[in-house]
C-alpha cells in the first residue's frame, strides 16, 4: 500500500515567556497560552509523511509525491508555531546588530533537538539557566558597546538637548534593527522611558548601556514573531509582511538578521510580490554565508550528529582512531557541499560516484591512497559506491562498534529520504540475541532475520528491514566487503510501500537508483526544507501546501537551487495559517 499523510495533530498549548524590556533578568511567567494553528487551516486533513502510521491513512499521487486528497487544496499556507532564536542565530545576530564590535561569544546551553533538528518548536523550552545565560551575554554585549559608544552612537551628545535627541536617533535605530522591523509607538515610548529615566539618574553612556541590554532581553529580538495581516479573500490564512518575509529569508539562507538591501526590499513593497521575492532569494544564494547557512539544515537532515563521536572496535578495525573519525566527519561535510552546490542536483545525491578521500580514508573506500592529509575528491567504483546512501561517514554512523547496523541505515532511508517513518520500538525490546543453538556463524542479517521472526517484530521490521538489509555490503566503517565472519554476503532485498519505488532490489547502489527517480523522494526533501525552515514537526506538515514547490523543483529537473526558489514564492512560505489564541 502506497503511504504517506496521516492526519495532523494540535500540538500542545505553549507557555510564551514574556521578557519585558527592564533591566536584569526579566522573566514574568507566562502571559499567554498560543496554539500553533495545526488542523485550524485549509487543506489540515492532508498530512505530509506518514510520521509513523503504519499503514498511512492517504494514498500518495504518483504524479506528484504528495497526498492524492489535496483536489484544490494545494499552495497553501503552512502552520507557524512561535520560533526562538537557536543558539547560532542568536550569536550571528547580534553579531550583525553590532558590525563595529568583536562581540564577546554567549555561553548558552546546548540547543535540543527534536525528529533531528535544532529549529523546532518542540525543541525550543526556555529554562532558567537559558534566561540567566542570556542576561549574562547581553550585559558583556552592553558594556562592549559602551566601550566603542563613538563607533555606535555617532550622533553630537553636547548639552541635554542633543543629548535627548542623540538617544532618541539611536533608540529607533536600535530597536527598529533588532526587532527586524519598524517598532511600535509604544515599543518605542517604552525604551524612551528606560533611556530617559536612567541618563537622568546617570548619565548618557549608562542609559546606552541599559537599553542595549534590555532590548536584547525582549521576546521582539530573541522570537521571531510573526503576527501576519489578514485578509477577507483568505480566510484561515494571514499574509505575512514584507519585515516577517525578509526575516523568514535571512534566517533560513544566513541564519542571522536582514541585511541592508533586504530591508530596503520589505520597506518599498518588494517582498509584497513572489517576483520581488524571488529576486531577493537570487542575490542571497550567491551569498557565501548562505552556503554555511544551508550547510547546517544539511547536516540535520542527514543526521550528521550520527558521526560526532564515532567509536569503533580496536580488535575488529585496527586502523580505525580518532583522526580516521574526524576525517569521515569532514569528508561527509565536504561533500555535500559539493553535490548540493556544483552537482546541484537530487539525482546526483543518489548517484555521484566521487569521494572525498585522503590518506586516512583510502583503504575505507579502497582506493590509493593520495599520499596527503588533505580531502580531495576523487572517482569511486561505481559499482560499489552511489551518492549519500554509500558515503562512509554516515554508514559508519549508522553502525554500532563492532558490527554494521541494518535497523538504523533503514529507518534512516525511509525517515529521512521518503518521509515515512516507521513507528518508534516498543517498550521492553529485549537486547539483540547473538547466540543462537549450534553456535554456527552467522551474518548480521542472519541474525536479525532469526531474532525478528523469533521476536514477534515482523510487523514493523518489514519494510525496515526491506531497505536496512540492501546496505549488508557495508561493515561498521562503511568499507565495501563481499563477505561477513567468513560468510558470503547477502543484500539482496526489496522496497515495500512506498509511492514509486517498491521492488526487490541488489544492494544500496541499486537501492539508490530507485530513490533517484521516486516523486516520493522528491516531495520528501521539499518536505524536510519546510520543517526546519518553519520550525514544524512531522505531524504538523501539510504536504499540500508543498504543490508549487514540488512541482517547480520537479520540472527544473530537481535542481536545488529551483527547490530553494520554489519554496520560498510558494504560499506556504510567503503566509501563514491563523492562530488561536486563549487567556
Known amino acids: 500500500m502506497a503511504r504517506t499523510g496521516r492526519e495532523r495533530k494540535p500540538r500542545a498549548r505553549r507557555c510564551v515567556i514574556e521578557m519585558g524590556l527592564a533591566v536584569g533578568i526579566a522573566l514574568t511567567g507566562c502571559t499567554a497560552m498560543i496554539e500553533d494553528g495545526s488542523g485550524t487551516g485549509p487543506g489540515s486533513p492532508a498530512g505530509g509523511g506518514s510520521g ?16 492524492s486528497n489535496c483536489g484544490e487544496q494545494t499552495d497553501l499556507p503552512a502552520a507557524a508555531p512561535l520560533l526562538r532564536l537557536t543558539n547560532r542565530e542568536y550569536q550571528n545576530t547580534v553579531r550583525d546588530l553590532f558590525p563595529e564590535l568583536t562581540v564577546p561569544a554567549p555561553v548558552l546551553p546546548a540547543d535540543n533537538h527534536d525528529e533531528g533538528f535544532d529549529t523546532l518548536s518542540s525543541a525550543q523550552a526556555v529554562s532558567p539557566t537559558l534566561i540567566e545565560a542570556l542576561d549574562e551575554h547581553a550585559a558583556k554585549v552592553a558594556a562592549a558597546v559602551v566601550a566603542a559608544l563613538p563607533r555606535i552612537v555617532p550622533c553630537s551628545q553636547n548639552g541635554a538637548a542633543q543629548e535627548a535627541r542623540c538617544g532618541t536617533e539611536f533608540l529607533s535605530q536600535l530597536l527598529a534593527r533588532a526587532y527586524r522591523r519598524p517598532p511600535a509607538s509604544d515599543e518605542l515610548l517604552r525604551a524612551q522611558q528606560l533611556f530617559d529615566s536612567a541618563r537622568a539618574s546617570w548619565g ?93 539544515f544539511h547536516s540535520q537532515w542527514l543526521r550528521f550528529e550520527k558521526m560526532r563521536e564515532l567509536k569503533k572496535s580496536s580488535a575488529d578495525y585496527p586502523k580505525f582512531r580518532d ?179 517498491d521492488g526487490k532490489f541488489e544492494g544500496a547502489v541499486e537501492l539508490a537508483e530507485r530513490l533517484a527517480e521516486s516523486k516520493q523522494a522528491q516531495a520528501c526533501v521539499a518536505q524536510q526544507l519546510l520543517r526546519y525552515s518553519l520550525g514544524l514537526s512531522k505531524t504538523e506538515v501539510n504536504a499540500c501546501a508543498l504543490s508549487s514547490t514540488v512541482q517547480r523543483f520537479s520540472a527544473s529537473g530537481m535542481k536545488f537551487r529551483e527547490l530553494l526558489l520554489g519554496y520560498v514564492t510558494s504560499a506556504a512560505f510567503r503566509r501563514r495559517q491563523t492562530i488561536d489564541t486563549a487567556p
Not at 52 to 67: F, I, N, S
Not at 449 to 477: L, M, R
Open 52 to 67: 509513523g502510521g503504519r499503514p498511512a491513512e492517504v494514498p500518495l499521487d504518483p504524479q506528484t509525491g504528495l497526498p
Open 204 to 296: 548618557f553612556a549608562k542609559a546606552v548601556e541599559l537599553s542595549v541590554r534590555g532590548v536584547l532581553k525582549t521576546p521582539q529580538f530573541i522570537y521571531r514573531l510573526e503576527l501576519g495581516t489578514k485578509e477577507p479573500e483568505q480566510p484561515g490564512s494571514l499574509r505575512l509582511t514584507g519585515h516577517e518575509l525578509a526575516s523568514r529569508l535571512s534566517y533560513l539562507f544566513w541564519d542571522s538578521m536582514p541585511d541592508a538591501e533586504l530591508t530596503r526590499a520589505a520597506t518599498s513593497g518588494e517582498l509584497d510580490t513572489e517576483a520581488g521575492v524571488e529576486r531577493q532569494a537570487a542575490r542571497m544564494l550567491d551569498d557565501p554565508r548562505t552556503r554555511a547557512a544551508l550547510s547546517t
Open 323 to 501: 583522526a580516521t573519525a574526524a576525517a569521515l566527519r569532514a569528508s561527509a561535510e565536504q561533500y555535500i557541499s559539493y553535490l548540493f552546490w556544483q552537482r546541484g542536483d537530487l539525482r546526483g545525491l543518489f548517484t555521484d560516484t566521487k569521494a572525498f578521500v585522503n590518506d586516512e580514508l583510502a583503504w575505507i573506500y579502497g582506493v590509493p591512497p593520495t599520499g596527503s592529509s588533505t580531502l580531495s575528491l576523487v572517482s569511486v567504483d561505481a559499482t560499489q559506491r552511489a551518492g549519500i546512501l554509500t558515503l562512509a561517514g554516515l554508514l559508519a554512523g549508522f553502525a554500532h562498534e563492532t558490527s554494521d547496523a541494518p535497523v538504523l541505515r533503514g529507518v534512516f532511508v525511509l525517515d529521512r529520504l521518503l518521509c515515512d517513518s516507521p513507528p518508534p520500538p516498543p517498550k521492553g525490546v529485549p537486547p539483540l540475541q547473538t547466540e543462537f543453538d549450534g553456535g554456527a556463524a552467522m551474518t548480521t542479517r542472519e541474525i536479525l532475520e532469526k531474532t525478528h521472526v523469533n521476536s514477534g517484530c515482523v510487523g514493523c521490521h518489514d519494510a525496515i528491514d526491506g531497505v536496512g538489509f540492501g546496505f549488508g555490503h557495508y561493515d561498521a566503517v562503511g568499507a565495501y566487503r563481499t563477505h561477513e565472519r567468513g560468510l558470503l554476503v547477502n543484500a539482496a532485498s526489496e522496497l515495500k510501500g512506498t509511492l514509486d519505488a
